[in-house]
């Protein structure tokens, strides 16, 4: 159990934001998205916004609010106050992920921002931030003393042609 709990398995679920890196081609955003596929299944509400959709003007609330179809009038707090409110309502957690803070431009858009933004989240006592870059780029996408907890994602490392056999024989590649 204290094996457990001490792995990202066990010890994620207490926590209200974190950062899941790893390296190009590690399954991130598959991860990402196959966790909202499932919860979507399960009844259970996440959000999920890609990093290209960010950099520059506006704000990532503006941007997120207007990569969900809502009204920008909502202002972060408006957004966030509703994101709550629906996941309250569900009786869940709404999950909440931004995925490759690496690709937007300025490559600092994240480093200048992501305190705030985790913070305000955190202020939701039903609202979950998952993050996700490349591990080369963080240095350059996480402010410093950030307070993250950040989580490494080693895709199919050790296991690569059990992987390549079962991808082999889904797609019926010789």
Not at 30 to 52: E, M, N, Y
Not at 64 to 72: A, D, Q, V
Request: net charge positive; charged share 20%.
């Amino acid at each position: 159990l204290r094996s457990w709990l001490q792995s990202p398995a066990g010890f994620l679920g207490f926590e209200r934001t974190f950062v899941l890196t790893g390296i190009a081609g590690a399954g991130k955003t598959h991860g990402v998205c196959d966790a909202a596929h499932q919860r979507f299944a399960d009844g259970l509400l996440t959000c999920v916004s890609f990093g290209h959709m960010f950099g520059g003007e506006p704000d990532p609330w503006t941007r997120l609010t207007e990569s969900l179809g809502l009204p920008i009038t909502l202002g972060k707090d408006g957004l966030l106050d509703a994101l709550n409110s629906a996941a309250e309502a569900s009786g869940s957690l709404l999950m909440l992920c931004v995925d490759a803070i690496n690709e937007p431009r300025p490559l600092r858009y994240w480093r200048d921002r992501l305190s705030a933004f985790a913070l305000a989240v955190r202020g939701r006592p039903y609202l979950r931030l998952c993050i996700t870059c490349r591990t080369s780029f963080l240095p350059h996408c996480l402010p410093k003393n950030h307070g993250l907890t950040v989580v490494e994602h080693a895709g199919f490392e050790g296991i690569e042609r059990v992987a390549c056999k079962a991808f082999f024989r889904h797609y019926g590649l010789k």
